[in-house]
């Protein structure tokens, strides 16, 4: 069993910024991948950033250069810093990990930019 609880979600103008954290507990040693999905209102859920154990990334087009996913094992926890916000990027955010072949997501926190 794994759980994941996302934070730091809020309302910000344009040009700014957010840091989500995603913060792990339970079955944790066997957390390889954790994934970032967003989903915006009438849209598919959609692939937004993902880290390997090994500090391999990749990231959606959409954020490329403005986003960075980073995790801090100590802590248990995955983030996103979110710069150069657009408010295209308005959505709910995910975290989810897939151990043994089940998927496991957080609850979400909600990201708005206004313009």
């Known amino acids: 069993q794994v759980q994941l609880v996302e934070s730091g979600g809020g309302l910000v103008q344009a040009g700014g910024s957010l840091r989500l954290s995603c913060a792990a507990s339970?079955?944790?040693?066997?957390?390889?991948?954790v994934h970032w999905f967003r989903q915006a209102p009438g849209k598919e859920r959609a692939l937004v950033a993902y880290?390997?154990?090994?500090?391999?990334?990749n990231y959606a087009d959409s954020v490329k250069g403005r986003f960075t996913i980073s995790r801090d094992n100590a802590k248990n926890t995955v983030y996103l810093q979110m710069n150069s916000l657009k408010p295209e990027d308005t959505a709910v955010y995910y975290c989810m990990t897939r151990v043994r072949g089940y998927d496991y997501w957080g609850q979400g926190t909600q990201v708005t930019v206004s313009s």
């Open positions: 880290i390997i154990s090994g500090a391999t990334t």
């Open positions: 339970g079955t944790i040693s066997s957390i390889n991948a």
